[in-house]
């Protein structure tokens, strides 16, 4: 019989549904079960492609004898992190705090009034290598609680105490300047793999926001050192594992500092990110590895991400069913041996294939297959006989049980995929990945976004088209904002910007601080033991800092001194962070980029029907100026009136010419009807 979950909207909540377990979903109503009852809390939080929350899942929430035991002595609350991040992000800080280290799935034990008092993550079934059994950990739980309950409480309220002391305070330390930026590529120089690409040793994550920052510093400053980390970290991601090298994405990580082999789920914030990274360092460098990988990673977005909706999907999953054992296996869709291409491509194809792709014999994989990569010291193959050899191993591989899908549709991942979709249809004149932009941004404002008076507010997630019940946090607000003006930029819709506007106001009226620190909760929403407020940049851009980006880049664009001030603000928190963690606050360190650079403001006018508008248009987007902004539309009377974008009032044609006008801190250059004079005012482009 199916348990409270079996109403809710979460893919991970309803994989849960027939639990033996009598799960609850995160609610008021479970705390006070909790009360009335006089038991713990046990809360498990996970999301629906991590790997070892299926085993959890699979040992102990499926066995009849442990749900047993946990449904008489707990409560038991099961929550998705991606729909509620910030109840993991409040309680992960207490694990990291306790043990050292977090991850999920996380198990945290909780008083009635959601006080944690002991944590952990993954308990296997048996005691192993000094872990002790989940079993185990539940009969000591249960214990203490019954027999020490003083001691319990008074561990439950020393943790909420240093939770609540740990407040930050970075809206005083101003904004930084080049010294502080200089000073965070020296730390990431002290920390690159110049082997391998990347930062740090294993497991190695992709850096995509530390990328786009060394992409930036270069832009800004002629750094060759940044540019040649980042082209040479993604051209070694691009030939490892962590590519899929058929049919193009992502993976979450790589479990070997080499790139080899990843863990294989693809998050849809991963691609969104580095499908932008990949065609920025093309608009740097024309590079045509950048170019295939770019449009590559759109194109997986696009085919195995977008829903029926017209929104991106949150993940695929690591595991899928093996065809030989019939049980759920990391990695089996995505791993080769050299016998399996032979069966698909033919003796000579599949040898071709196996060197071309580094499949051995002994495998880099588990039970003699491969991940395939693309070796350096490779046969050189002719581009043709490569891509049928691929066409043929792709729609092999389609045959194969897929990985499942978490179709939730979370708003900040797709503010970001929306941004990179927009900018690559842009660069690589395809239109069509910009009607993707435009149709994911047309479902956030139509499902995720409600404009009431006195309660305007965006949903976090959606699934079927159905809104969920949570709300957004700061990094929903700041990262579609940002997809919203780079969508603005490209399509010279100005709605786009007055959509951004909304959001970025509500930022202001809702999560920020009177010193201008930003929190991860708005002001009236639910009250956790701890009012999240997390800055660093780790799989995906902060709350914190994908708002000061939208902030400024909206500022910009309206010249709104209130949003660039508050952009600065919340800056402070690089000036602080960026010179001693930069990994940590990539994402901050390219807004910051932007902040020094100006940013430029950039004016395109003239009649939609000339070719000349498209050609300065198109230099716009592709100039490498730090965060530059770009409007497009038809040149604006003297008084500015009926115009979508600030940025075009006032701005005529010169010589009845589409012209294009740059600015940066209230000083204008030559307006130009010329595209090489253009692209040198915003700095070196590709054509």
Request: net charge negative.
């Amino acid at each position: 019989m199916p348990n409270r979950l079996a109403n809710e909207t979460s893919p991970y909540l309803l994989q849960h549904a027939d639990n033996p377990v009598d799960w609850w979903p995160w609610s008021p109503e479970a705390f006070a079960e909790a009360r009335e009852r006089g038991v713990p809390v046990l809360l498990s939080v996970g999301y629906s492609s991590c790997h070892w929350c299926h085993v959890m899942a699979h040992e102990s929430f499926e066995d009849e004898l442990t749900a047993a035991y946990m449904n008489e002595h707990f409560v038991n609350i099961k929550v998705d992190r991606e729909e509620r991040p910030d109840v993991d992000a409040v309680y992960m800080e207490a694990v990291q705090a306790a043990t050292g280290q977090g991850g999920w799935p996380m198990t945290v034990f909780l008083t009635p009034d959601a006080e944690p008092f002991y944590f952990g993550t993954y308990f296997p079934p048996e005691p192993r290598h000094g872990t002790p059994s989940f079993v185990q950990v539940l009969e000591g739980v249960r214990t203490a609680w019954v027999g020490r309950p003083d001691e319990v409480a008074e561990v439950a309220q020393r943790i909420v105490r240093d939770l609540t002391g740990r407040q930050l305070d970075y809206g005083k330390a101003g904004a930084p300047g080049p010294e502080e930026l200089a000073q965070a590529l020296l730390g990431l120089t002290r920390d690159y793999d110049a082997a391998r690409g990347g930062f740090g040793g294993a497991p190695k994550f992709p850096p995509s926001m530390a990328l786009e920052f060394l992409l930036r510093h270069h832009a800004r400053t002629g750094a060759e050192g940044a540019l040649q980390m980042a082209a040479d970290t993604c051209e070694a991601m691009a030939r490892g594992g962590i590519y899929d090298q058929l049919g193009g994405g992502f993976a979450r990580y790589s479990v070997d500092r080499e790139w080899v082999v990843p863990h294989f789920e693809k998050m849809l914030y991963d691609n969104a990110l580095l499908c932008r990274v990949y065609a920025h360092l093309w608009r740097a460098t024309g590079s045509d590895l950048a170019r295939r990988v770019a449009l590559e990673t759109a194109d997986f977005m696009v085919r195995e991400l977008r829903t029926a909706e017209g929104g991106f999907a949150s993940a695929l999953d690591a595991d899928s069913e093996d065809p030989l054992t019939g049980k759920h296996t990391e990695g089996v869709f995505y791993a080769w041996t050299p016998a399996q291409l032979a069966e698909v491509l033919g003796e000579a194809d599949g040898a071709l294939a196996a060197a071309y792709f580094g499949v051995t014999d002994e495998g880099t994989f588990e039970h003699g297959a491969s991940v395939l990569r693309l070796p350096q010291d490779g046969p050189v193959v002719d581009a043709a006989v490569i891509a049928g050899i691929r066409e043929r191993l792709l729609a092999a591989r389609a045959e194969r049980p897929a990985p499942g899908r978490d179709d939730k549709v979370v708003a900040a991942w797709n503010g970001l995929a929306i941004a990179a979709l927009a900018e690559c249809g842009a660069y690589f004149d395809r239109p069509d990945l910009v009607e993707r932009a435009t149709e994911a941004a047309d479902l956030l404002v139509r499902v995720h976004f409600d404009a009431a008076a006195g309660r305007a507010r965006l949903a976090r997630t959606s699934k079927d088209g159905r809104v969920g019940a949570n709300a957004g946090v700061l990094e929903d607000y700041g990262d579609v904002a940002e997809g919203f003006l780079a969508l603005a930029s490209v399509t010279g819709e100005g709605v786009w910007l007055e959509f951004a506007g909304f959001l970025v106001d509500l930022v202001l009226d809702r999560f920020t601080a009177e010193d201008g620190s930003l929190y991860d909760t708005a002001h009236d929403a639910e009250r956790l033991i701890r009012r999240p407020q997390d800055p660093t940049d780790t799989a995906a851009p902060s709350g914190w800092t994908a708002a000061a980006g939208a902030l400024l880049s909206y500022a910009a664009h309206t010249g709104s001194q209130a949003h660039r001030s508050a952009a600065e603000r919340a800056l402070g928190v690089v000036h602080a962070l960026g010179p001693r963690v930069p990994r940590f606050i990539g994402h901050g360190l390219a807004v910051a980029e932007a902040l020094v650079d100006g940013p430029r403001e950039v004016a395109v006018v003239g009649h939609p029907e000339d070719p000349a508008l498209a050609a300065l248009h198109r230099t716009a987007l592709l100039g490498t100026a730090p965060g530059a902004v770009v409007a497009v539309g038809l040149p604006q009377a003297a008084d500015g009136s009926g115009g979508e974008f600030p940025l075009l009032a006032e701005r005529t044609l010169v010589r009845d010419l589409p012209t294009a006008y740059v600015c940066r801190r209230f000083v204008c250059a030559r307006p130009t009807t010329d595209p090489v004079e253009l692209a040198h005012q915003l700095g070196a482009v590709h054509p």
